[in-house]
């Protein structure tokens, strides 16, 4: 919990803009947005793509493949 709570707060930190440098700001918001609009992409594959892989993988295919044991084998 405490390595959670320390790199939480300098993630949050990264994206604060320093006033010394203005620039920088846009840099900041920059990757921010790429950030959160790359984390949106997971979600979005994770919560509609993979069930349907994975109700498409689940079909029957793999237990039609499989056979059943013989006794004694």
């Given at each position: 919990?405490?390595?959670?709570?320390?790199?939480?707060?300098?993630?949050?930190?990264?994206?604060i803009p320093d006033p010394a440098h203005?620039?920088?700001?846009?840099?900041?918001?920059?990757?921010?947005?790429?950030?959160?609009?790359?984390?949106?992409?997971?979600?979005?594959?994770?919560?509609?793509?993979?069930?349907?892989?994975?109700?498409?993988?689940?079909?029957?295919?793999?237990?039609?493949?499989?056979?059943?044991?013989?006794?004694?084998?």
């Amino acid at each position: 919990w405490l390595v959670l709570l320390i790199y939480g707060a300098l993630f949050v930190l990264v994206f604060i803009p320093d006033p010394a440098h203005r620039a920088d700001g846009r840099a900041q918001l920059g990757a921010l947005a790429a950030l959160v609009g790359a984390a949106l992409a997971v979600a979005g594959y994770v919560q509609w793509v993979v069930p349907r892989l994975r109700a498409g993988a689940g079909g029957g295919a793999g237990r039609a493949a499989r056979r059943p044991r013989r006794p004694g084998g």
